[in-house]
């Protein structure tokens, strides 16, 4: 499974409404709410990586909130919990 970490910063108002999109993506895992210079983190995945680009330079970029992206890819899990 391919993981990427992408780190989202949204309009002013709209990080409640716009984590709960993300929440309802099936190839998000995770989303988080965050300090400092991203508003939301998403963990995604997929089983490979041109689908991974569809999930972040089309659903995510076609959130109409979602101002700016930075994709980190994850190369190696060092601990994973359930």
Same mark, same amino acid.
Do not use: H
């Given at each position: *499974?391919?993981?990427?970490? @992408? $780190? *989202?910063? %949204?309009?002013?108002?709209? %990080?409640?409404? #716009? ?8 190839? @998000?895992?995770? %989303? ?8 939301? @983190? &998403? ?8 689908? $991974?680009? +569809?999930?972040?330079t089309?659903? $995510?970029?076609?959130? +109409?909130? %979602?101002?700016? #992206?930075? #994709?980190? *890819? &994850? ?8």
């Amino acid at each position: *499974m391919i993981r990427a970490l @992408v $780190l *989202m910063n %949204v309009e002013r108002g709209q %990080v409640p409404a #716009t984590a709960k999109r993300l929440a309802d993506m099936d190839e @998000v895992v995770d %989303v988080y709410s965050t300090a400092g210079d991203f508003d939301l @983190v &998403a963990l995604i995945q997929s089983e490979e990586y041109e689908r $991974l680009a +569809e999930i972040v330079t089309e659903k $995510l970029q076609a959130i +109409e909130a %979602v101002c700016r #992206t930075t #994709t980190l *890819m &994850a190369f190696r899990n060092y601990k994973f919990s359930p």
